[in-house]
């Protein structure tokens, strides 16, 4: 009876951590890099995703990184090699950088708070 309830417990409180989550954890191989002269870069995949925080990309399939993020620098290594590579990179996207169309259209974003990428 306490490993049910144990178990009942566990499963509560995970799907209540997922159902807080930006996006789900997406896997893809990274076809393009690049980088603004403002510093900031972005990522083409082969994959198209979707983020409640930014409901009308101006691509599906491409995010981008600001050039201010503390880990700008790393995931730009780890989104380069992969490229050269053809191994997949593994990300969670969590935000939506404006790109001055209408109302909630932008760019699909990583945040240094819940966001990740990794080869």
Known sequence: MKTRLLFSALLMITLSLSANAASPVI???VLNVGTYGNGDMFVMTDVAFNDPNCPFPAN??????????PQAKNW????LAAN???K???????GCMASGGPAGSGRPTLDEYSSFLMM
């Open 27 to 29: 896997t893809a191989k």
């Open 60 to 69: 599906p399939k491409r995010f981008d990184i600001k050039g201010t993020h």
């Open 76 to 79: 730009l290594s780890i989104a």
């Open 84 to 86: 050269v590579s053809g």
């Open 88 to 94: 997949p990179i593994t990300f969670l996207i969590n």
